[in-house]
Every structure is written in C-alpha cells, then in structure tokens.
C-alpha cells in the first residue's frame, strides 16, 4: 500500500510518502502565508526522490482543517484534483490529528485561530475525548479534560507524525467532487458581511 499523505493547515507545510504504513519520506516546509505555491512541487519532489508516478499511488490521505483558511483549501483542490484526474482514493482527516498523531498518551491538538482562539481537538490513544472545536484559549484551559492532556500547539517545532495512525483514522470520501474543507468559523470577509447584514 503506497500513500501520499499531506496537511497545510498552520505555517508547516508536510508531504509524506509511506509504504505499508512506513514513513519512507517526506518533506517540510516553514511559511506563513504562500504554501500554494509550493504545495505541488512538494509532492513531486518526494515522488520523484522515491522514483514513483501518481499511477502508483494507491491512496491520497488530507488534513481537510480547521487550520488556515487558504492552507486546508489549497490541500482540499489538490486532494480532488489528484482523486479526479489519477482516480486514486481519497481520505480525509483532521489536521489537528494529523499533525499530532505521533504522540502519545493524552494529547490536547491546538491550532492558534488568533484573537485569543484555537481549533482544538483532545485524544486519548485512539479515542477522541473532545471532537474539532473552534474556542477561546481561556475558556479551553477551564475544561479538565484540556488540563490533564499534554498540549500540542502546533507549530515548526511542535509537531509528530505517525502514518499507520493517520491511515487508520482516516475516512474515504465517496464523492471528492462533494468535498469541503473543515473550516470550523466563518471567514472575516464572511463575518464582516454579516455584521453589515445585521445593522
């Protein structure tokens, strides 16, 4: 089983090539606002350094969100355009699990939102103790469950990867064509244009 397994959601953009659910390669990259650009190359890079086409690829796993607004979509667009035009299988996951799933024990998955929020998700081994959230850090650090987890907030030097995990938890989407990112909140743009809807 040959899977191309990728997540844009924060400033770490991660390629990963695993084998039988062996990491045989990947590759990172450290940015904040301009992953689109870099995301395919990215990909073409690992397959070419394992001497693969997309034809040999059995399965493509995404980190859909919540994360950045323009990072999950860039991830989403690719995942479909790869299910559609290779007609690989696709799967999703939460990138708050993606991002985390190599750590062990209780672990509290969190994606600065800014403004004093976080996309946060709480695991226990393979149980998910608090599903995708979009809270204020404050009231997130009153919740016991969030206070007897190791915090993860995700970033270029917090982060653990474990594709038997990532695969395993996966879901396959029926339909990509169907598909859309995990945004978990409403874009400024979208925000805004309410607040004007409602004066």
């Known amino acids: 089983m040959k899977t191309l397994f990728f997540d844009v959601s924060t400033n770490v953009m991660y390629v990963g090539y695993a084998k039988d659910d062996i990491l045989v390669d990947f590759s ?3 940015a904040q606002r301009d992953h689109a650009k870099y995301l395919v190359d990215r990909i073409d890079s690992v397959l070419k350094r394992n001497k693969l086409t997309l034809d040999m690829i059995d399965e493509v796993i995404i980190g859909y969100g919540p994360g950045s607004y323009t990072g999950i979509r ?6 479909k355009m790869l299910a559609y035009t290779k007609n ?3 799967k999703i996951i939460s990138s708050l699990y993606f991002m ?3 750590y062990e024990g209780k672990v509290a998955a969190l994606i600065d939102a800014r403004r004093g929020y976080v996309f946060c998700a709480i695991y226990d081994g393979d149980k998910v103790i608090l599903e995708d959230s ?9 919740d016991e469950r969030y206070r007897n987890a190791q915090t993860i907030f995700i ?3 917090s982060f653990e990867i474990n594709p038997k995990k990532i695969r395993v938890h996966s879901t396959l989407v029926e339909n990509p064509h169907d598909l859309v990112p995990n945004y978990l909140r409403k874009t400024e743009a979208e925000t ?3 607040q004007k809807s409602n004066h």
Do not use: M, P
């Open 28 to 30: 990172i990259r450290i």
């Open 74 to 79: 860039i991830a989403v667009v690719v995942g």
């Open 88 to 90: 690989i299988k696709l």
């Open 100 to 102: 985390t799933s190599g």
């Open 134 to 142: 979009y809270k204020k850090l404050s009231e997130l650090s009153l």
């Open 155 to 157: 970033d270029d030097r």
């Open 192 to 194: 805004n244009h309410d």
